[in-house]
């Protein structure tokens, strides 16, 4: 499987980014599909997810209520909806999926290249 990634940026505290991530090769409706970042120095940390069986989310507890998951099975495509963006929230974001949902990162499958999301206070 391949995901191509799109949608990070620069924003201000405070703005909106919306992530996307096109997913090929692969039987999409039978996986979950996860966004992960990573800062620099830090390791990779899980922050959301969507399980294409059932569509159960589920959210690191640092962005719940602020970051919405997203699917659309047409076009196979998860996106994240980030919101009220802070500083901390700046990394490097994956998509990357596995059989069942997990917040262990070794256990992803399939990886994105990566997209940069950068929140200046």
């Known amino acids: 499987m391949q995901f191509v990634e799109s949608g990070g940026g620069w924003v201000q505290a405070g703005g909106s980014l919306r992530l996307s991530c096109v997913a090929s090769?692969?039987?999409?409706?039978?996986?979950?599909i996860s966004w992960f970042r990573q800062a620099p120095g830090k390791g990779r940390e899980g922050v959301s997810c969507?399980?294409?069986?059932?569509?159960?989310?589920y959210y690191r507890k640092s962005v719940k209520g602020r970051f919405i998951i997203s699917s659309d099975r047409a076009k196979n495509t998860v996106s994240l909806q980030m919101n009220s963006l802070q500083p901390e929230d700046t990394a490097v974001y994956y998509c990357?999926?596995?059989?069942?949902?997990?917040?262990?990162?070794?256990?992803?499958?399939?990886w994105g290249q990566g997209t940069q999301v950068t929140v200046s206070s």
């Open positions: 990357a999926a596995h059989r069942q949902y997990s917040v262990r990162a070794n256990d992803y499958d399939y």
């Open positions: 090769a692969l039987p999409f409706g039978e996986y979950a």
């Open positions: 969507i399980d294409m069986r059932d569509g159960i989310t």
